[in-house]
């Protein structure tokens, strides 16, 4: 049985990782239609501020896997 990991813990788990080389993941609607409940997450680099990489909510499970900060016997639970 895989543990469930809270979005909120999973963003947490790599922004302490990605701060090790002056990064953030950050969370933004990406357009002026509020009704719409699409959540994007893109990395940036702190030190140019600028962005490098685009993500939505169903591709962080695997940038996560890919930092390391996602175990193959976790999942992440999308739920608010």
Same mark, same amino acid.
């Given at each position: ?13 790599? =922004?302490?990782?990605? *701060?090790? !080389? ?13 009704? &719409?409940? @699409? ?13 490098? =990489?685009?993500?939505? *909510?169903? !591709? ?13 016997? &976790?999942? @992440?639970?999308?739920?608010?």
């Amino acid at each position: 049985m895989k543990k469930l990991v809270s979005i909120r813990a999973l963003t947490a788990r790599i =922004n302490r990782k990605l *701060a090790k !080389e002056s990064k953030k993941l950050m969370k933004y609607k990406p357009g002026p239609d509020e009704n &719409e409940a @699409v959540v994007e997450y893109a990395v940036v680099d702190l030190k140019t501020n600028s962005i490098l =990489n685009f993500h939505m *909510a169903g !591709e962080i499970r695997e940038f996560a896997r890919g930092l390391g900060c996602l175990t193959s016997l &976790e999942d @992440v639970s999308l739920e608010m």
